[in-house]
């Protein structure tokens, strides 16, 4: 619809205002803004109201649709939006159809026709066309120049690494530099170099230090001139990444994640996302409800999961699945946070409903099968019925499942996976022989992987089947090797599991005494590395609770 407001023309579907000599566009979300105030000019409209209804899937402050309300007076003038004090906001300029301007030129155009035809001179004639041609070429070229807006200016900041281990110690600055170069090629906005945003780190003062280390972004979005910064941080491990980012804009934070299994491509994703959601900044065609970014709530939760705090994740998690219910990942998490929490039960229960989400959704994918495994893993480690025997049973059917899937889908990692939980049922249930078998092919597969850390769980069930079988001297060997693997790949989590195996083996032979200086090893690592999650790991064994979590 295109309505004449003043000396303006605008038109609402695409978010072009336009008068005799300049045009703008609309933000995508400014227009919403505006759409939704016309749709309600009978009606004073609530700040929440609007807020409600344009941002349903991103969590902002007030002051972001403040400066939408101002956007829409810059253009329109002051006077089309009324401002009532703590009740909202009102629009109160007449909109008056376009056509009152075009019968207008039409009459004009009919009065000179009815006008006396002049005598044609051909010089004239030649020269009034060059000078029309000209003039045309000159109005193409300012009206280029009005309507091109200069590019958002971005900068990504070193990417955080919590990966733990020593392959992955390059990620902070090549990791940078990654995701710098691979949006400058990819899209048309102002990406700030490398070099440029570390000089700008150091050149913080005091003040700005202070809040960038408390993890403000604005100290640098201010000394960059940047409209966009991007911060991150790398968890997981290899072949299943996470990348974590959160966007400092102009009006307010977004925060998602990225999961892949492979660092490459969990910068490449973002760099798509980012490039499809602020090259050239034009007006969505897209429904408002679908978020280009991952629901911001769900982002919050895997951030307080990942900081032991379950009970702040569950109901972020929980609003980021009323928002979006088929969020299998939200699922994921918030029933490893019910599984954490000592929630067994619930914890099943909603994975079983992802379970039958995904096969509804013909979703075959990483979510499926992680819903598979996470059954058999609380199965196996957290006993819940009376009939241990048909608890493994059942336990032994959904990873035998996620193992099925897996080699379908030619997802070597999950297939190793499978092999591990498969050996550890079948070491419970006394098979030795096919357990071995397992974590033997378990290990096969780990060998292939970048980061050979990997093999270490393999190598730990494989002792406590040697350990079952009375072979010390051969349960030895295989600790001795995962604790050499650990340690040379700088993994912490991993070495601490040996030596919380060590400690339980020396436990299960009566060896208390040297149970516990095992466990004070491990303990001594957690604590330097400051992961609360490993921190609990450890308080977990000297309080003999299960050491194990979904993680």
Do not use: C
Not at 161 to 186: C, F, K, Y
Not at 348 to 358: E, H, Q, R, T, V
Not at 477 to 486: G, H, K, T, V, W
């Amino acid at each position: 619809m295109r309505f004449q407001i003043d000396d303006k023309v605008l038109d609402t579907v695409t978010g072009i205002v336009s008068s005799v000599d300049s045009e703008h566009s609309i933000r995508a979300k400014t227009l919403q803004v505006l759409n939704y105030l016309i749709e309600h000019k009978s009606d004073i409209v609530s700040k929440q109201a609007v807020i409600n209804a344009v941002w349903d899937d991103v969590v902002v402050q007030d002051q972001v649709l403040t400066q939408s309300i101002k956007e829409i007076r810059d253009l329109l003038g002051a006077k089309v939006i009324k401002t009532y004090s703590r009740k909202g906001y009102q629009w109160v300029a007449p909109l008056l159809p376009e056509i009152i301007q075009t019968e207008s030129l039409q009459l004009n155009n009919l009065q000179n026709k009815i006008k006396a035809r002049p005598v044609i001179d051909k010089s004239k004639v030649w020269i009034g066309a060059s000078i029309t041609v000209f003039l045309l070429l000159v109005m193409v070229f300012v009206f280029l120049f009005i309507r091109s807006e200069p590019p958002l200016k971005v900068a990504f900041l070193p990417v955080k690494n919590d990966v733990q281990d020593s392959i992955h110690n390059w990620v902070p600055l090549r990791g940078q530099e990654q995701l710098t170069l691979g949006l400058s090629q990819s899209s048309q906005l102002a990406v700030i170099e490398s070099e440029h945003v570390l000089f700008a780190i150091e050149r913080l003062n005091t003040q700005q230090r202070r809040a960038y280390q408390s993890g403000a972004l604005y100290p640098l979005q201010e000394k960059l001139e940047a409209d966009l910064i991007v911060a991150t941080r790398l968890t997981g491990f290899p072949e299943d990444f996470q990348l974590h980012y959160q966007l400092q804009t102009p009006f307010g934070v977004e925060q998602g994640i990225e999961f892949a299994s492979s660092v490459d491509d969990a910068f490449n994703q973002l760099v798509s996302k980012i490039a499809m959601r602020f090259d050239e900044y034009q007006p969505s065609s897209n429904d408002k409800s679908t978020s280009q970014f991952s629901n911001e709530a769900f982002a919050r939760g895997v951030a307080k999961y990942l900081e032991q705090d379950f009970v702040a994740a569950k109901p972020l998690l929980q609003t980021a699945l009323s928002t979006e219910p088929d969020l299998l990942a939200a699922k994921r998490y918030l029933a490893a946070s019910y599984a954490n929490s000592g929630q067994i039960t619930e914890a099943i229960a909603l994975l079983k409903d992802s379970i039958n989400l995904a096969q509804t959704q013909g979703e075959q994918g990483r979510e499926l099968l992680r819903a598979y495994l996470m059954i058999g893993y609380l199965q196996i480690n957290w006993p819940q019925q009376t009939d241990r025997e048909n608890e493994l049973l059942s336990a032994e059917q959904y990873v035998e499942q996620a193992k099925q899937l897996a080699e379908q889908q030619n997802d070597e990692l999950f297939i190793a996976y499978s092999h591990e939980e498969l050996g550890k049922i079948k070491r419970l249930q006394g098979e030795f022989g096919a357990s071995a078998r397992h974590l033997t092919a378990a290990l096969q597969y780990h060998k292939q992987f970048q980061g050979d850390y990997g093999q270490t769980a393999a190598l730990i069930e494989l002792a406590k089947v040697s350990n079952a079988q009375q072979n010390n001297a051969l349960a030895e060997q295989y600790l001795q090797q995962a604790f050499e693997i650990a340690t040379h790949s700088q993994a912490p989590a991993n070495q601490i599991w040996v030596l919380l195996a060590r400690a339980d083996i020396a436990r299960s032979q009566l060896l208390q005494s040297k149970a516990e200086q095992f466990a004070k090893k491990a303990q001594v690592i957690a604590n330097h590395s400051d992961n609360p999650m490993l921190i609990a790991r450890v308080d977990a064994w000297f309080n003999d609770s299960p050491v194990y979590t979904v993680n």
